[in-house]
Each structure stands twice: as structure tokens, then as C-alpha cells.
């Protein structure tokens, strides 16, 4: 295995501050912030990674975001079905405080070992894990299995669905999982396995072990 699988949460978004649950395509476009946020994250990935590939989710944040690494690491953003952020379903747009702990409640159930469970007219988990994962593993297949290639996956995602799709792949114990928020444009790398599996080796700022490394906070997973 010549490199890893770094799943990135986009920049700010004009959702983000309005705290509106955000899921359906295309939408919220960046904000000033998120497009600052985008362009430090291209300057630190050209500074410290080898990537062999940049991909993104269809969302509109996703592909601004991913715009400027493209233009910081001289390589072509590769658009992807399936790897959108967990539908919110009859709850998409709102922002009242009933809402958001509706979806929290949702969110915590998936980590929890309900995968399952769903908002009215909105994703389960393992929605969310049929259609990303296996694009995850077509990435894996065409680049980090590859002995002719070398260097890291990028891939500009969203907040809920990296934060399931980690947890699952890696074995990250749900709570931990549950309780880490990912701020925008941090991320969540994934180092493959002999065996297939995969190995988390860091959650945004926090390295393994993960089992009692919980930091609650204040927390919209989704975006």
C-alpha cells in the first residue's frame, strides 16, 4: 500500500452559518470563510501530501472546495456519484431547534448500532454506506492497490456521511465517532490494510487511540 484515503469535510457554507440542514443536491454554495477555508487547504495539501488523486462529491461546496486544491496540487478534480451527504429527508432546510435534535437523535442511533433508524422521507446509514462505500473501494482498487501508483486519495465529502463511512470501514467505537465533531475542511484519514480492511490513523486533530477521546461540543454533523 503506497498511500491513504484523507476524507474531507468542504469549506464553510451560507448553510453552515444559517444552521439550515443542507443535504440535497446542488446545494448551499461556499461563503468568503469556506472559499479561505478551501484555498489553506490546498496550500497545507500541496505542502505535505503526494496525491494521486483528487475526487468530490456532486454538492456544489463540495466542488468549490475541491476547486481550489485542484489549483494548489495542479491535478483534475474527479466528480463522483454517491458520495453526498446523508439525506435529511422531510427535515431538509429547516433549522429550528426541534429539527436538529431530531437529526441528532438520528445521528447518535447510527453510531449507536441502529443503522437503520431515519428521518421521515430521509436516509439510514446503510443507505449512506451502500452507495459511498463501494465507491470507496474502487478508489482503494485503482490507486492505493496499484504498486505503479503512489501517493494519497483526497476526497472532498461531506460531515454526517464521513463520519459513518470511517466509523464502519475503520472500527472506530461509535462514541467516539458520535461525540467528534469535524469542522469544515478538517479531515479523516484512513490508511489500507493487507487484509482489506482499514485503519483510521487520524480524526481530524485527534490520533488513536480513539476508544476515550471523546471532545462534545456544540455539533451539526451534516453539511
Keep these: 500500500m503506497t498511500g491513504n484515503l484523507i476524507l474531507v469535510r468542504h469549506g464553510q457554507t451560507e448553510a453552515n452559518i444559517e444552521r439550515r440542514l443542507d443535504t440535497r443536491l446542488p446545494g448551499a454554495r461556499l461563503t468568503p470563510e469556506g472559499i479561505s477555508q478551501a484555498e489553506m487547504l490546498g496550500t497545507d495539501l500541496a505542502a505535505s501530501v503526494r496525491t494521486a488523486a483528487l475526487v468530490s462529491s456532486q454538492a456544489l461546496r463540495a466542488r468549490q472546495?475541491?476547486?481550489?486544491?485542484?489549483?494548489?496540487?495542479?491535478?483534475?478534480?474527479?466528480?463522483?456519484?454517491?458520495?453526498?451527504?446523508?439525506?435529511?429527508?422531510?427535515?431538509?432546510?429547516?433549522?429550528?431547534?426541534?429539527?436538529?435534535?431530531?437529526?441528532?437523535?438520528?445521528?447518535?442511533l447510527w453510531h449507536n448500532g441502529d443503522r437503520n433508524a431515519r428521518v421521515p422521507g430521509g436516509e439510514s446509514a446503510n443507505d449512506v454506506l451502500e452507495r459511498y462505500v463501494p465507491v470507496v473501494e474502487s478508489l482503494r482498487q485503482q490507486y492505493?492497490?496499484?504498486?505503479?501508483?503512489?501517493?494519497?486519495?483526497?476526497?472532498?465529502?461531506?460531515?454526517?456521511?464521513?463520519?459513518?463511512?470511517?466509523a464502519h470501514l475503520a472500527q472506530v467505537p461509535g462514541a467516539f465517532a458520535a461525540g467528534n465533531h469535524l469542522p469544515n475542511t478538517q479531515s479523516v484519514e484512513l490508511a489500507p490494510l493487507a487484509d482489506g480492511g482499514w485503519e483510521?490513523?487520524?480524526?481530524?486533530?485527534?490520533?488513536?487511540?480513539?476508544?476515550?477521546?471523546?471532545?462534545p461540543e456544540a455539533d451539526i454533523p451534516m453539511g
Aim: aromatic residues 8%; contains cysteine; negative net charge.
Design 65 to 108: 472546495t475541491a476547486r481550489y486544491v485542484e489549483i494548489a496540487l495542479g491535478i483534475t478534480i474527479d466528480v463522483r456519484e454517491g458520495l453526498h451527504e446523508a439525506q435529511a429527508g422531510e427535515l431538509e432546510n429547516r433549522s429550528d431547534e426541534e429539527s436538529h435534535k431530531l437529526w441528532m437523535k438520528t445521528f447518535h
Design 144 to 166: 492505493l492497490s496499484d504498486p505503479a501508483e503512489s501517493g494519497d486519495v483526497v476526497l472532498v465529502s461531506h460531515g454526517a456521511a464521513i463520519r459513518i463511512v470511517a
Design 200 to 215: 483510521c490513523v487520524r480524526w481530524g486533530t485527534v490520533v488513536p487511540p480513539f476508544d476515550k477521546r471523546v471532545f
